[in-house]
C-alpha cells in the first residue's frame, strides 16, 4: 500500500515569494495528482503528472519517478493562493486503483 | 458545460439512521469516485463506479454501498450512522478510469450525524 508524506503541513508566506511543496510516495506509480482545496471545500485538480515537468500559468510541478518525489512549486504567489494543497496516488501504483492522499500543506499568503 | 453536482450540500442526521447522497457527473464522463473527508483522517477514497459497475473500493465497513445509473449519476449509502461518519463527502467524475484522468470534483455534501 502506498503511504504518502507532504511537507511542510503549514507554511505562511508574503505576497510575491516562491513557494514550494513536497510529496513522497513509497510505491512506484502511474501517475500523481495535485489537488487544490479552498475553503468551504471546494476540491480542484491543479495537475496529473507521471514524469517530467507541467505548467500551467504560475504553477509548475515537477516529478521524480525514480526518487518517488514530486514538487509543486508556486511562483510570484498572490493571497488569492491560500489554500489546502494536496498531492494523490494510486494505493498499490497501478492505474485503475483507488487513491491515497497526502494530509495536504495549508498555505497561506499574506499580502 | 456544467459541472458535478452534489445532493443535498449539508445534511444533519441522528445515529442509526441511514442516508443517501447524489452525484452528477460531468455530461459525458463515465467514471465517478466517492470520497470521505474529515478532519482527523483527511480525504480517504471510497469507491469507484464506471460504465454502472464498482471497479474500486476502499477500506471502508459494508454501512458504505453505492451504485450508479446508466445516465451516470451515482448514489452512495451509508446505513446505521455513527458519529465518526460526520464528514464532507465528495464525488468526482472523469473521462474514463479514474488514476488516468484528471477528475473534476463536486462542492461536496456536509454531513453531520447527531
Known amino acids: 500500500k502506498n503511504e504518502v508524506e507532504q511537507s511542510p503541513q503549514n507554511l505562511t508566506a508574503q505576497e510575491g515569494e516562491f513557494i514550494t511543496i513536497n510529496c513522497s510516495y513509497s510505491v512506484g506509480i502511474s501517475a500523481l495528482h495535485w489537488l487544490q482545496q479552498h475553503p468551504g471545500g471546494g476540491i480542484v485538480s491543479l495537475f496529473m503528472?507521471?514524469?517530467g515537468k507541467k505548467k500551467h500559468g504560475r504553477l509548475i510541478a515537477t516529478i521524480n519517478i525514480q526518487e518517488k518525489h514530486s514538487s509543486l512549486h508556486i511562483t510570484a504567489s498572490h493571497p488569492r493562493d491560500s489554500a489546502v494543497y494536496i498531492c494523490?496516488?494510486?494505493?498499490?501504483?497501478?492505474?485503475?486503483?483507488?487513491?491515497?492522499f497526502g494530509k495536504g500543506t495549508h498555505l497561506i499568503i499574506q499580502p | 458545460k456544467a459541472g458535478v453536482t452534489q445532493t443535498p450540500r449539508y445534511l444533519i442526521k441522528t445515529r442509526g439512521q441511514q442516508v443517501t447522497l447524489s452525484c452528477s457527473p460531468i455530461s459525458g464522463h463515465r467514471s465517478v469516485s466517492w470520497y470521505q473527508q474529515t478532519p482527523g483522517q483527511g480525504l480517504q477514497f471510497l469507491f469507484e463506479y464506471f460504465s454502472e459497475t464498482q471497479r474500486n473500493k476502499g477500506n471502508f465497513p459494508g454501512r458504505f454501498s453505492g451504485r450508479q445509473f446508466s445516465n451516470s449519476r451515482s448514489e452512495m449509502n451509508v446505513s446505521t450512522l455513527e458519529l465518526g461518519d460526520s464528514a464532507l463527502y465528495l464525488c468526482?467524475?472523469?473521462?474514463?478510469?479514474?488514476?488516468?484522468?484528471?477528475?473534476?470534483f463536486g462542492p461536496g455534501t456536509r454531513l453531520t450525524v447527531l
Open positions: 494523490a496516488v494510486p494505493h498499490s501504483g497501478g492505474g485503475a486503483d483507488g487513491l491515497t
Open positions: 468526482a467524475s472523469s473521462l474514463r478510469v479514474r488514476s488516468y484522468n484528471e477528475q473534476f
Open positions: 503528472l507521471s514524469s
